[in-house]
């Protein structure tokens, strides 16, 4: 695309994760001609817990999203586990469990079918203010995109030039799907499970087609102490917390590797912007993956 089209954009979306699907289709619903670009060209696996809050299964049904259909797991209680012992109780709201991917692929179809144009596979390198008050992405391949208006929604990953505070604690993310046992898979049941350990926590919970996502978050130093390697830290959790042990015991791991972030932000809330410029989803505050509602606030 050459940048006269480009000019005819009146909005820009920088990444189409949960924040800029989200922002794209409302904003196309509105009668704005939105442009959304995605570095990734097809939807993959993300470090997320996928946990789906009741408000963010109120958000998806306004965005026409019916999970049910995508193969989402109810998700009815919550367990708490430490060391050896455990404690559960009832969710006083709906909830429910779908994997990023199954849900990315799911607002990305529907982006495109209320007149988004997406752009995947492509990178943004630089946003930028020119002098005629538009913004200008440019990406890797020397294109150019121009709008008035620009939502910044590039997730956990900081664009260049505008990046958030360092993580002082240094979290580092891991995220492995498994299929458990028949036993410990019945065992879980419709329970989204927090595992504690002295250096972070974990969470583990079904999604679809009988396959279970086990996601933890811990500080470097409890990651150092198991020699900086997946296997030494899976083994020291479970050592932290033998329920965690019980749950995987005959689980087979389905990624050849885990899945990784690190330098979370957590506590980070951006307080100003530029004119024209809003930031939404983790760009706009990152909360503890504890709480469950990260998906929510990027519907927000």
């Known amino acids: 695309m050459n940048q006269e089209q480009s000019l ?41 817990g996928e946990f789906l809050s009741g408000e963010a299964l109120e958000d998806l049904h306004a965005l026409d999203i019916d999970v049910a259909s995508l193969g989402a ?15 559960q109780a009832p969710l006083p709201f709906p909830a429910a469990s779908l994997t990023r991917k199954a849900l990315d692929t799911a607002l990305i179809a529907k982006a495109i079918a209320v007149g988004v144009r997406v752009e995947r596979g492509r990178s ?38 505008r990046g958030r505070p360092k993580d002082p604690h240094q979290w580092v993310a891991f995220k492995m799907y498994y299929r458990m046992s028949a036993a410990q898979t019945a065992e879980l049941a419709d329970a989204s499970e927090l595992t504690l350990y002295a250096g972070g926590y974990g969470g583990i919970q079904p999604v679809e087609d009988g396959i279970t996502n086990f996601c933890c978050v811990v500080q470097r130093r409890y990651f150092a102490c198991s020699g900086l390697r997946w296997k030494g830290l899976l083994a020291k959790m479970q050592q932290d917390c033998p329920h965690l042990a019980m749950r995987l015991d005959g689980a087979e791991p389905l990624l050849d590797k885990p ?34 509602d990260g998906i929510s606030i990027a519907l927000q």
């Not at 943004?124 to 002098?131: D, E, F």
């Not at 980070?268 to 469950?292: K, N």
């Open 259 to 292: 899945i990784t972030v690190t330098h979370i932000p957590y506590g980070y809330l951006r307080r100003t912007t530029e004119d024209g410029l809003y930031c939404i989803g983790d760009q706009a505050a990152v909360i503890p993956s504890f709480t469950g």
């Open 73 to 87: 797991v109810p998700i009815n209680y919550v367990r708490l586990a430490a060391a050896r012992r455990s404690a």
């Open 124 to 161: 943004v390198q630089s946003l930028k203010r020119t002098t005629g008050n538009l913004w200008q992405a440019m990406l890797s391949d020397g294109a150019t995109f121009e709008a008035p208006t620009a939502f910044l929604a590039t997730g956990k990953h900081d664009l260049r030039g």
């Open 8 to 48: 005819h954009d009146e909005v820009l979306i920088l990444g189409g994760g949960v924040a800029g699907c989200a922002a794209s289709i409302a904003l196309a619903r509105k009668g704005r001609s939105v442009t959304m670009i995605e570095r990734e060209p097809t939807p993959r696996h993300k470090v997320c």
